[in-house]
């Protein structure tokens, strides 16, 4: 074997270690409901069989405003599977308008509102922090990472979108 394919080969089985040695792999996806800016209803109940990337971020947040390129990125790149990002406000200000900031920032992914009891559901410690949920509604990833570059991200969607 060469030296760049055994390279590659251990970074991906590195990755894939990664994603199996996490703690919440294969954890049952919490239920949850709550509504958008405009007031309709959005529940993880209404994907399923959808493989779902759900981030949680604030308007605040600069390490939100990074990742958002990537994970709209790639939810684009893997919207012929089926996949479908939800963003979950939380611990905003007064009169914030999260629907308005992500189409300000050249977006069009759904965001729900104050998502405090969901991000307590799903033990979220601050933001960023994104769940890849698979079809069958497991968590496969959890990530609080900022970074754009992170080759976690596309293998979890790999993962993700598996029959």
């Known amino acids: ?7 590659i080969f251990f970074a991906g089985a590195m990755l894939i270690a990664t994603l199996s040695t996490n703690t919440y792999a294969n954890e049952a996806a919490k239920p949850w409901q709550l509504t958008t800016q405009s007031g309709e209803t959005i529940s993880l109940g209404q994907y399923k ?8 971020w604030a308007t605040w947040c600069p390490y939100c405003k990074k990742i958002q390129p990537t994970l709209d990125a790639l939810q684009k790149k893997y ?4 996949v479908v990002l939800i ?6 200000d007064e009169g914030t308008l999260p629907q308005d900031e992500i189409q300000r920032r050249g977006y069009d992914f759904i965001t729900a509102v104050n998502g405090e009891t969901v991000a307590k559901l799903y033990k979220v410690a601050g933001t960023p922090t994104t769940f890849f949920i698979n079809r069958q509604h497991e968590v496969i990833f959890k990530t609080s990472s900022s970074n754009p570059d992170d080759p976690r991200f596309d ?5 993700i979108t598996k029959r």
């Open 155 to 159: 293998l979890a969607l790999q993962e």
């Open 79 to 82: 919207q012929a599977q089926g």
């Open 49 to 56: 069989n959808k493989p779902v990337i759900v981030h949680f």
């Open 1 to 7: 074997m060469n030296t760049l394919f055994k390279t």
């Open 87 to 92: 963003a979950i406000s939380f611990n905003e």
